[in-house]
């Protein structure tokens, strides 16, 4: 995202805060996310872009298919609006949502849930009562153990090709269930920027270790059921996990939008599609300026790499003693002498579509047209 005067002239009568996304940088990074990918179709994961129009965009594309979602009343959402192959990212145990898939033909053929213990099972067969018969994905633990160490996001129990393969016999045995695949999200490898010799040394011991143990859990569990896909990666593994012929898909969602914990990879570097403007509101010294609002700080662990960062007009950072506020967020150096009350900075987010919990419009720029798109957040949607 590098035509700042441009999205600065097109957006001049918005009033800030407001966001906008790049949409020829957001297709620039859909080709490169396919070309990453070399062949093995993606899945968007809808939290990474909550926005359906871009989600449609990106689905519509060559090397595209389907959607990960990350909560069961949006998968149905999106369903009914025509999305018709959705793999849920993460369990549920919302009874409304499981009910309302369990009672609609439709919605059990399009949508397969994500399970990692027998009593997921136990739970659904409570919430819905019967009805159709409901697939189920198994998640299985991605991370890296290495002298003691867990290296990686704690999900899924389960591990060994023996722990997977007990679960999977489970679900075969229980005609409510359909057991169509097997998923693996290796986030030490696909969310860990390159910053270091060592990080680069963690992920290639993880990227061979899952590599081997990925293959021998997919072939037991073959033995149990025939598996319509085993999907694993995120946008900062796509190579690795596209190059394991076990792995039938991968996903992808915030390499779309280029976010900041994205900016330090060695294999890629996404174009910085999404961003959020401020306004100037204080001038508390020659080289602070104050802007209003702004504090839109990412999930994840407390420290820097969440907050979001000033990116127009360069050379501009966040005070360490203030960092972004919720009512005034400063911004120091020496770009600060030039701005005036009422102009604007540009800023971009840590994470990708969890920064559209605050906006009801992305505002679209296509060349020099601009287009509103209604986000999650717009249409009254609240998946938590």
């Not at 297709?27 to 871009?54: E, F, M, Q, Y």
């Not at 007990?166 to 920027?193: H, K, N």
């Not at 910085?272 to 662990?301: E, M, Q, W």
Request: proline content about 5%.
């Amino acid at each position: 995202m590098g035509d700042f005067d441009r999205y600065a002239r097109l957006t001049a009568e918005l009033e800030p805060p407001y966001a906008v996304v790049d949409l020829a940088a957001f297709r620039r990074n859909a080709d490169d996310l396919v070309r990453r990918a070399a062949g093995t179709p993606i899945r968007v994961a809808s939290k990474s872009v909550r926005c359906r129009a871009l989600i449609r965009a990106a689905i519509e594309r060559p090397g595209f298919h389907g959607v990960m979602s990350y909560s069961l009343p949006e998968a149905i959402w999106l369903a009914r609006d025509g999305v018709d192959d959705i793999l849920m990212g993460y369990p549920t145990v919302h009874r409304a949502a499981l009910k309302e898939l369990a009672g609609d033909a439709a919605l059990a053929s399009r949508i397969t849930l994500m399970i990692d213990h027998f009593e997921h099972l136990a739970f659904i067969k409570s919430a819905t009562g019967g009805g159709e018969r409901i697939r189920v994905c198994l998640d299985v633990d991605a991370s890296l153990r290495i002298f003691g160490q867990h290296l990686g996001v704690r999900r899924s129990p389960l591990r060994t090709p023996e722990q997977v393969i007990e679960l999977a016999r489970r679900v075969a045995a229980d005609d409510a269930f359909e057991l169509v695949g097997v998923m693996f999200y290796e986030a030490q490898i696909a969310g860990l920027p390159d910053t270091s010799p060592a990080v680069r040394l963690v992920k290639r011991l993880s990227a061979n270790e899952l590599s081997d143990r990925r293959g021998l859990v997919v072939d037991a569990v073959k033995q149990v059921a025939p598996l319509r896909l085993v999907n694993s990666g995120g946008t900062g593994s796509i190579e690795v996990s596209s190059a394991d012929p076990a792995v039938t898909e991968v996903t992808a969602g915030s390499g779309l939008y280029g976010p900041t914990l994205f900016d330090k990879y060695d294999v890629f570097q996404p174009e910085h599609a999404v961003a959020y403007a401020l306004g100037v509101v204080r001038r508390p010294s020659p080289r602070i300026a104050t802007l209003f609002g702004g504090g839109y700080v990412a999930s994840g662990p407390a420290k820097k790499s969440r907050l979001p960062s000033p990116s127009w007009p360069l050379g501009l950072k966040l005070l360490g003693t203030e960092g972004a506020g919720e009512v005034q967020t400063p911004v120091a150096g020496e770009e600060a002498r030039g701005l005036r009350i009422g102009d604007r900075v540009w800023m971009r987010y840590a994470k990708a579509g969890e920064m559209l919990e605050r906006f009801d419009v992305l505002h679209a720029i296509d060349g020099n047209e601009l287009t509103g798109l209604v986000t999650y957040r717009g249409e009254g949607k609240n998946f938590g």
